[in-house]
C-alpha cells in the first residue's frame, strides 16, 4: 500500500495515533491492518505515530517501518524503552520486567532506528519508569540525544501516582505522556504545571474517561468519540492527544467527527 504525503494536508497536528490499544485487540493479519489505519491516518492529516520497542516484543516497530517505508521521515514517531521483550514478561517479577541501564536503553534503541528504519527518533520517552530510575535513565537518554539519535526526550507514567514529584523533573524533558484516569479538576492542576514550559504534554487512554468525566460524559455518547477528543483539544489547547482504534469504520468516523467545525 503506497502513501502520498501532501505537507498541507497535516489538519490535525495534536492528535497521535497509537498502536498500543490496537495490540491488545488484533492478532490475526496484523500487518494488513494496521497498514489500513495507518492508511486512514496520513489521508486525513494525522502523521504522528506511537510506538514502543516492547510492542509485540518489538515488531510493532518493525511493522510501522515496513508500512510507512520511505515516508517514514516525513512523520513524528515516538518510541518508548524500559520493558524487557518477553512473551514470559507478565510473569516476571515487576521489578524484573523493567530495565533502565544504560547498556539496555543504548541497546533498545540501536534496535528500534533498525526496525524503523531511520537514523533518528523524533520522541524518546522512558516507558513508565519508577521514581527512583527517572533521573539515572533521562541522563542516558540526554546523552543519546546530544549525539543527534533522538531529537526530544522524556517519560510515560502507567499511572498518576505521585505525578507532581515526576513533573519536578520539567526542565531535563521535552515530552511527558500521561494517561487520562482523573477528574478535569486534578488535570487542570497538572496542565497548569506544564503550561509556559517547554515541555509537550500528551494524554491517552481518552477511550476510557467518561466515566471518570461526568460533567463532559453526559454531553457525550460512546459513538461520540471524536467529539469528545475535539472537546477536550478545545479546552486545553497546548495538549496532546494519543488515541487508538482497532477499526477502520471506528478510526474513519472519529476523525470525521473531529473535523466539525463547531462541535457541542
Given at each position: 500500500m503506497k502513501f502520498i504525503i501532501d505537507e498541507k494536508k497535516k489538519k490535525i497536528p495534536w492528535l497521535?495515533?497509537?498502536?498500543?490499544?490496537?495490540?491488545?485487540?488484533?492478532?490475526?493479519?496484523i500487518n494488513y491492518s494496521l497498514s489500513k489505519l495507518v492508511h486512514i491516518c496520513i489521508n486525513n492529516g494525522i502523521f504522528k505515530f506511537d510506538t514502543a520497542s516492547s510492542y509485540s516484543y518489538g515488531l510493532d516497530e518493525y511493522r510501522f517501518g515496513k508500512i510507512l517505508n520511505t515516508k517514514i521521515n516525513q512523520c513524528e514517531i515516538t518510541s518508548k524503552v524500559g520493558f524487557i521483550k518477553s512473551p514470559l514478561q507478565k510473569f516476571f517479577e515487576p521489578k524484573k520486567r523493567q530495565n533502565f541501564s544504560e547498556s539496555f536503553i543504548l541497546n533498545?534503541?540501536?534496535?528500534?532506528?533498525?526496525?524503523?528504519?531511520?537514523?533518528?527518533?523524533?520522541?524518546?520517552?522512558?516507558?513508565?519508569?519508577?521514581?527512583?530510575?527517572?533521573?539515572y535513565g533521562l541522563e542516558t537518554l540526554k546523552k543519546i540525544k546530544f549525539k543527534g539519535l533522538?531529537?526530544?526526550?522524556?517519560?510515560?507514567?502507567?499511572?498518576?501516582?505521585?505525578?507532581?514529584?515526576?513533573?519536578?523533573?520539567?526542565?531535563?524533558v521535552d515530552v511527558i505522556q500521561i494517561p487520562c484516569s482523573t477528574s478535569p479538576e486534578f488535570f487542570e492542576k497538572i496542565y497548569e504545571k506544564v503550561e509556559g514550559t517547554d515541555t509537550k504534554l500528551v494524554i491517552r487512554n481518552t477511550f476510557k474517561c467518561w466515566q471518570l468525566w461526568p460533567s463532559i460524559d453526559k454531553n457525550f455518547k460512546k459513538a461520540n468519540y471524536g467529539l469528545f477528543l475535539k472537546h477536550i483539544h478545545l479546552r486545553w489547547p497546548a495538549l496532546n492527544i494519543l488515541c487508538s482504534s482497532g477499526k477502520e469504520s471506528h478510526l474513519q468516523e472519529m476523525i470525521n467527527q473531529i473535523n466539525i467545525k463547531n462541535p457541542t
Amino acid at each position: 500500500m503506497k502513501f502520498i504525503i501532501d505537507e498541507k494536508k497535516k489538519k490535525i497536528p495534536w492528535l497521535i495515533f497509537g498502536s498500543g490499544g490496537y495490540l491488545n485487540q488484533h492478532s490475526r493479519n496484523i500487518n494488513y491492518s494496521l497498514s489500513k489505519l495507518v492508511h486512514i491516518c496520513i489521508n486525513n492529516g494525522i502523521f504522528k505515530f506511537d510506538t514502543a520497542s516492547s510492542y509485540s516484543y518489538g515488531l510493532d516497530e518493525y511493522r510501522f517501518g515496513k508500512i510507512l517505508n520511505t515516508k517514514i521521515n516525513q512523520c513524528e514517531i515516538t518510541s518508548k524503552v524500559g520493558f524487557i521483550k518477553s512473551p514470559l514478561q507478565k510473569f516476571f517479577e515487576p521489578k524484573k520486567r523493567q530495565n533502565f541501564s544504560e547498556s539496555f536503553i543504548l541497546n533498545s534503541l540501536q534496535n528500534s532506528l533498525n526496525n524503523l528504519r531511520r537514523n533518528f527518533i523524533d520522541n524518546y520517552l522512558l516507558h513508565s519508569p519508577p521514581l527512583n530510575e527517572l533521573e539515572y535513565g533521562l541522563e542516558t537518554l540526554k546523552k543519546i540525544k546530544f549525539k543527534g539519535l533522538v531529537h526530544n526526550i522524556g517519560f510515560s507514567t502507567s499511572n498518576l501516582d505521585n505525578i507532581f514529584e515526576y513533573l519536578e523533573f520539567l526542565n531535563l524533558v521535552d515530552v511527558i505522556q500521561i494517561p487520562c484516569s482523573t477528574s478535569p479538576e486534578f488535570f487542570e492542576k497538572i496542565y497548569e504545571k506544564v503550561e509556559g514550559t517547554d515541555t509537550k504534554l500528551v494524554i491517552r487512554n481518552t477511550f476510557k474517561c467518561w466515566q471518570l468525566w461526568p460533567s463532559i460524559d453526559k454531553n457525550f455518547k460512546k459513538a461520540n468519540y471524536g467529539l469528545f477528543l475535539k472537546h477536550i483539544h478545545l479546552r486545553w489547547p497546548a495538549l496532546n492527544i494519543l488515541c487508538s482504534s482497532g477499526k477502520e469504520s471506528h478510526l474513519q468516523e472519529m476523525i470525521n467527527q473531529i473535523n466539525i467545525k463547531n462541535p457541542t
